[in-house]
């Protein structure tokens, strides 16, 4: 369908996100209860949602939609932006009523957790949001604004004891501690990889920018690496490590074995390299030749252009690398709990291994969250306001 | 001073410079002017050493340009280029104190010199000390370029092409500006260009480069009214060669000494005795009067200029 001024449906986005999203919160589980953790639950469907909650969501929800035959203007935009925001919202904060509800006429075994509507809802709604804000060509400002909208309620419902009926809640009121050492640990992993790509990473990056003959066969064997799936590579660094392990006891000492910490941050430390040494050099290679033949004419030396110059001209361009390997190994990291490096994977797996869906969540929801707020802050560090565009 | 002798600079066997011998007076404008690949832009790198000669020596006021190593002797020349080259990560303010930074002047001293830069360069200080390059015009851009070239106060100007790629309006009023601040600083310039009217305007000497070699040097007169060849002769002139005789002329040098025009003055139609031949010519057939009172500086009669004049010189 052609998407002019003149068609019934102005953006098909909204309405195909909208209508999927209202169709489900009408049609599938919005809740199920379970009596214990094991046994599969009885689906609840809209109308065990507060009727509060349950109007708020389909009003959001129709708002959104509508917004597809409206014409495409800022307000109709921020309109649509406000509604998918709200959406998920007014669901998250009806779920933890009825799940306070039905806790309180039940076991304390009985489990109630988020239904196939409320991800449906909140993946649609949030895509939703991300188009408005598309079109709407926000900031990173903006978008950082956006994403506290989006995710600051409900961490206050979380942190009120809102959302503590929820089976996702009650997990973690089971694991507290085990969570908080694996978030610890996922930190850890993340840093023991990110810091070291970051110190051969920009100085390889330089080194690509540089020499035209060493750009192609190191760019080639960094993509290589990441071709490689992140199981196969853990498995490949575990002999060798376990080997020199084995033969220096000095290795041993520092906790170095095949399987743990050290096989894990040096997979993604590889794995890391690519992004760091290609944004660099990219980043290196748009500094306009005019300022650099200006700076060596007037006096600065190699170290001086390079620091004064180049890498702050650069800088958005590196730090962009920098976001999406942090991004990158933030997620990757899970998998690392499979070779006993700890961290978020090792609930994610356990829940995995015990058919608990709630446990997996515990792992994962933690992992999305950080990434996300990764990206944000570092879409702010790479944008600031004052800057030009260069 | 600026000196070339028997400078060469070889690439893989081809002479891009090829045995240049030419000198830029103290406190005169030279000129470097030819076609593309004339290497003419070689010859101007190889004075802030950004390109070091295969053979022969530069001299700069009394000393050879090796005897310093780059970095020091760069920030005593000033260096504008025709894409400007300004940082874009950094204030106009930042920009043109570049050189008095790497030379560690104290903080006050370099605003004071930003702001002595703006005014020589008539930039509003106050509206553009605290912009980005992005945000200013190509003309006041380069206005910036040539105050951040003068910043540190260097003896010698190096201009490679500064104007080549502004419209000819801004590129009129830089070429006079430029004329202007020689006038104030007495500052020893090298200019590159392609511009012939441009090298006629503001250079004191020209050298006319062709394929790396020296075709002539000499003053616009001398390369006007005395070719050494063919070349030289349709470079310079062609069909405008009146015209361009005409540009490189003043007022003063031939108008007759009567004060009064068929016994009467009028005073708003004077022309200072300063006004190239070419404009006066042009205000003659605009006003379609044959004769025109020429006052000075201060607008004293010194005399009159006769169409018939012109032609006779």
């Keep these: 369908m052609a998407v002019s001024n003149g068609a019934f449906v102005k953006n098909p986005v909204f309405l195909t996100l909208g209508a999927v999203a209202l169709l489900a919160a009408i049609a599938l589980p919005v809740l199920s209860h379970a009596p214990n953790r094991l046994l599969g639950g009885q689906p609840l469907y809209l109308s065990a949602l507060p009727n509060g909650a349950a109007i ?104 009120s004891g809102h959302l503590d009926q929820l089976a996702l809640m009650k997990e973690y009121a089971v694991k507290h501690d085990e969570f908080a050492a694996a978030l610890r640990q996922h930190a850890h992993i993340v840093l023991a990889s990110f810091i070291p790509a970051l110190v051969i990473g920009v100085p390889l990056g330089i080194v690509a920018h540089r020499s035209a003959k060493l750009n192609g066969p190191l760019l080639g064997v960094l993509g290589l690496i990441q071709t490689i799936p992140s199981i196969a590579l853990f498995g490949i660094l575990m002999a060798p490590l376990s080997g ?101 994977g090792s609930i994610m797996f356990q829940g995995l291994f015990a058919n608990a869906g709630d446990l997996i969540l515990l792992g994962v929801v933690p992992i999305v969250g950080i990434a996300v707020i990764v990206d944000v802050v570092f879409r702010l560090i790479a944008s600031p306001p004052n800057r030009g565009a260069a | 001073m600026i000196e070339f002798r028997n400078v060469s600079k070889r690439y893989d066997g081809s002479f891009a410079v090829d045995d240049l011998s030419f000198t830029v007076a103290e406190g005169a404008i030279g000129v470097l002017i030819g076609t593309s690949g004339s290497g003419k832009s070689t010859a101007l790198r190889m004075v802030n050493r950004l390109i070091d000669p295969s053979s022969g020596t530069i001299h700069l006021s009394g000393t050879t340009v090796e005897q310093l190593p780059p970095v020091k002797l760069r920030r005593r020349i000033g260096y504008v280029i025709q894409s400007v080259g300004l940082f874009p990560h950094w204030t106009v303010e930042r920009n043109i104190g570049t050189v008095p930074h790497l030379l560690g002047w104290p903080k006050a001293k370099i605003r004071d010199r930003v702001a002595q830069l703006l005014d020589l360069l008539r930039l509003d200080a106050n509206a553009v000390r605290h912009k980005y390059p992005h945000q200013l015009s190509g003309g006041q851009q380069q206005r910036v370029g040539v105050a951040r070239a003068l910043a540190a106060d260097p003896d010698v100007l190096l201009m490679d092409e500064p104007f080549g790629a502004l419209d000819p309006i801004t590129r009129t009023a830089l070429q006079d500006e430029i004329a202007f601040i020689h006038q104030q600083t007495k500052k020893t310039i090298l200019l590159v260009t392609h511009d012939i009217e441009e090298a006629l305007k503001l250079g004191d000497t020209i050298a006319l480069l062709d394929r790396g070699k020296l075709v002539q040097a000499g ?64 205000l003659m057939v605009a006003r379609g009067v044959d004769r025109l009172p020429v006052v000075d500086d201060k607008g004293a009669p010194q005399g009159t200029l006769h169409l018939a004049d012109l032609a006779k010189r």
């Design chain 1, 56 to 159: 708020v969501l389909i009003l959001a929800l129709a708002i959104a939609t509508g917004c597809a035959f409206a014409p495409q203007r800022r307000d109709i935009w921020i309109i649509a932006l406000v509604a998918a925001l709200i959406a998920p919202i007014a669901y998250v904060w009806g779920t933890g009523e009825a799940a306070t509800a039905l806790a309180a006429a039940s076991a304390p075994i009985a489990r109630t957790s988020t239904g196939t509507a409320g991800w449906v809802v909140i993946i649609t709604m949030y895509l939703a949001a991300a188009e408005s804000v598309r079109r709407l060509s926000l900031r990173a400002w903006g978008r950082a604004l956006i994403v506290i909208c989006a995710i600051g309620p409900i961490i206050a419902m979380v942190a």
């Design chain 1, 244 to 344: 020199l392990a084995r033969h220096i006891p000095a290795l041993r000492d520092l906790g170095i074995s095949g399987i743990g910490l050290a096989p894990a941050a040096i997979a993604l430390t590889l794995y890391s390299l690519l992004p760091i040494v290609r944004n660099t050099a990219t980043g290196l290679g748009e500094v306009p030749a005019a300022a650099l033949d200006a700076a060596a004419g007037m006096g600065m030396n190699r170290w001086q252009i390079l620091r004064q110059i180049e890498v702050p001209i650069a800088l958005p361009v590196i730090l962009s690398g920098l976001r999406i390997t942090l991004v990158q190994s933030i997620g990757l990291a899970a998998v690392a709990a499979l070779i006993g490096a700890g961290g978020l």
């Design chain 2, 219 to 282: 003053t616009p007169r001398d390369l006007l009214t005395a070719p050494a060849n063919d070349f030289v002769r349709d470079f310079f002139g062609g069909a405008n060669l009146g015209l361009r005789l005409l540009e490189i002329e003043t007022a003063a040098t031939v108008m007759r000494p009567e004060k009064r025009i068929d016994g009467e003055r009028n005073e708003a139609e004077a022309i200072p005795a300063s006004m190239s031949l070419h404009r006066a010519l042009s």
